[in-house]
C-alpha cells in the first residue's frame, strides 16, 4: 500500500527525443505526487509536482501526466537534453501522513 | 545550493568507530529528514523530526541515533556500523510535515570499512 512503482529502471534517449517515466502507487490516499531530479553528487532537487484534482501539468518542457482512475502518473521530458541526463525520481505523499515515499528512480541518458 | 548543508561530504569509518553526520538548513523549515540512498533502491526515509521533535523512526537500527537540537539542525550519530551501512545519507528539510516541497542536502557518502 505504501510503494511506488517506477519503470523504466534506466532510460536511453537521442537528443530531442521524447523521454517517458512511469509510476504507479496503490494508496487513494496519496494527494500530492513530486518528482525529482538528482544529478551525480548532488541531493534530488524537485522538478515538478502535480496533486489529483488536475490530469496533466506542464513546465516548460516537463509535463506530468496523471490518471487517478488507473492510479498511474508518468513524466514526459519534451526535446530532450544531453543536460536532462540525471536520474528521476517519482513520489508520492499524503497530507496525514507526512513522508514522502519514492519510487526506484529511473536513470536518464540523452545521446547527443 | 539548496539552504540545506550536509558536512562532512564524504566519510569512511570502521566498525568500531563513532562518528556524526551533520545537517543544517538556513530555510526556515519547521521539519526535517533524515534519508538513506542505496544503489538501485528507493530512498529510504529513517527518520522524521517536526518542530524539534521525532515524529517517525522508520525501523532503523538503535547504531542510528538522531539528534535535533534546534530546528535549523539535525545530527545523525552512528557507531558500531556494518559494511551494508554504507550508502548516501541525505537530510531534508520542508516548511511544514506534510506534502510540501522537501529540499535535500548534497549528502554525506559513507563508507564502512
Known amino acids: 500500500q505504501q510503494q511506488v512503482k517506477q519503470s523504466p529502471q534506466s532510460l536511453i534517449v537521442q537528443k530531442g527525443g521524447i523521454s517517458i517515466i512511469n509510476c504507479a502507487y496503490e494508496n487513494t490516499a496519496f494527494d500530492y505526487f513530486p518528482w525529482y531530479q538528482q544529478f551525480p553528487g548532488k541531493g534530488p532537487a524537485l522538478l515538478i509536482a502535480i496533486r489529483p484534482d488536475v490530469s496533466e501539468k506542464k513546465e516548460g518542457r516537463f509535463t506530468i501526466s496523471f490518471n487517478k482512475s488507473a492510479k498511474q502518473f508518468s513524466l514526459h521530458i519534451m526535446d530532450s537534453q544531453p543536460g536532462d541526463s540525471a536520474t528521476y525520481f517519482c513520489?508520492?505523499?499524503?497530507?496525514?501522513?507526512?513522508?514522502?515515499?519514492f519510487g526506484q528512480g529511473t536513470e536518464l541518458s540523452v545521446k547527443p | 545550493e539548496t539552504g540545506v548543508t550536509q558536512t562532512p561530504r564524504h566519510l569512511v569509518m570502521g566498525m568500531t568507530n563513532k562518528k556524526s553526520l551533520k545537517c543544517e538548513q538556513h530555510?526556515?523549515?519547521?521539519?526535517m529528514y533524515w534519508y538513506k540512498q542505496s544503489a538501485k533502491k528507493p530512498l529510504e526515509l529513517m527518520f522524521v523530526y517536526n518542530f524539534k521533535e521525532q515524529t517517525e523512526n522508520n525501523s532503523v537500527p538503535s547504531r542510528f541515533s538522531p539528534e535535533c537540537p534546534n530546528s535549523s539542525h539535525l545530527f545523525l550519530h552512528l557507531h558500531t556500523l556494518q559494511p551494508e551501512d554504507s550508502a548516501l545519507y541525505l537530510c531534508a528539510s520542508s516548511q511544514d510535515f506534510g506534502n510540501t516541497e522537501a529540499f535535500f542536502g548534497q549528502g554525506t557518502r559513507l563508507t564502512v570499512v
Open positions: 530555510l526556515g523549515h519547521n521539519a
Open positions: 513520489a508520492a505523499c499524503y497530507n496525514q501522513g507526512g513522508k514522502l515515499i
